[in-house]
């Protein structure tokens, strides 16, 4: 009896022998608007816009790029989605926090909470970044991420397409998952991608502007998000692992 292959085992053994932009357009012909780019316009998510662009241009699908607005992102970062807009021609979908709730975690925790404690951080984190995101998803069968094994420990077993840890039938595909560094900002440089300017003043990983600093030469490339706290766990919630979510679980 022949076993069927999982939907992310069947897209990986698709994907895995194709080049990077035959990746997102097989993903584009596969899925169409049940796809979606996510990006935070760091370098990582700059070159997968600039895929998935490369691959409309090949295929004539409209990739749903989006982008969590917290509310809280650096000037900077706005400036790059309007050179993204100007550049390729592309829709950049904006989801912001609910007004409500934040609001009402502005009114009885403060607006810079999040320095406080991590419970707090991570109630932010949830309102600004998660629920959003569970909108920008909604109807998804598959979404794309920026994600390299190389950033962290916590993402040292990122693979090529992974389900989605916290929703049922939902894949992530991450085509950039064994890039270096080095890889990258070759890559960013050779096809002309536009750059987000706080990398070159020490920003490697670009997140919201209280919660993100430069980093000194020699740090780990995401010391500085969240530099107030512990290194274990440098992630805000929306690229919870499967093996971190069986982990909680068990
Ligand atoms: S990174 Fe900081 S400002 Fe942004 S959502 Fe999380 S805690 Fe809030």
């Not at 990398?199 to 998000?225: D, F, L, N, Q, V």
Request: net charge neutral.
């Amino acid at each position: 009896m022949t076993r069927e292959l999982s939907l992310a085992s069947s897209v990986e053994a698709t994907l895995r022998p194709l080049g990077p932009v035959d990746r997102l357009a097989h993903l584009l012909q596969r899925f169409g608007s049940d796809l979606r780019i996510a990006s935070s316009f760091g370098l990582e998510d700059a070159v997968v816009v600039h895929l998935a662009a490369r691959a409309r241009d090949a295929t004539g699908i409209v990739p749903r790029v989006f982008m969590l607005d917290t509310g809280r992102l650096h000037p900077e970062t706005y400036d790059l989605v309007e050179q993204f807009r100007d550049t390729y021609a592309i829709p950049i979908a904006l989801y912001a926090p609910a007004a409500e709730a934040v609001e009402t975690y502005t009114l009885t925790r403060g607006p810079n909470a999040f320095y406080r404690s991590k419970e707090a951080r991570k109630a932010c984190c949830e309102i600004r970044k998660i629920e959003p995101l569970g909108r920008a998803l909604s109807g998804a069968k598959a979404w794309v991420t920026g994600l390299r094994r190389e950033q962290s420990d916590g993402r040292a077993s990122v693979s090529l397409v992974e389900d989605d840890a916290t929703r049922p039938s939902v894949i992530k595909v991450n085509p950039l998952y064994d890039w270096t560094w080095d890889t990258l900002t070759r890559f960013a440089k050779d096809e002309n991608v536009p750059v987000h300017p706080l990398i070159a003043k020490g920003y490697p990983s670009i997140g919201c502007a209280p919660c993100t600093r430069a980093i000194a030469p020699g740090e780990h490339p995401r010391a500085g998000r969240w530099y107030w706290e512990e290194p274990d766990h440098k992630e805000c919630g929306i690229h919870e692992s499967p093996r971190a979510k069986k982990k909680e679980l068990a």
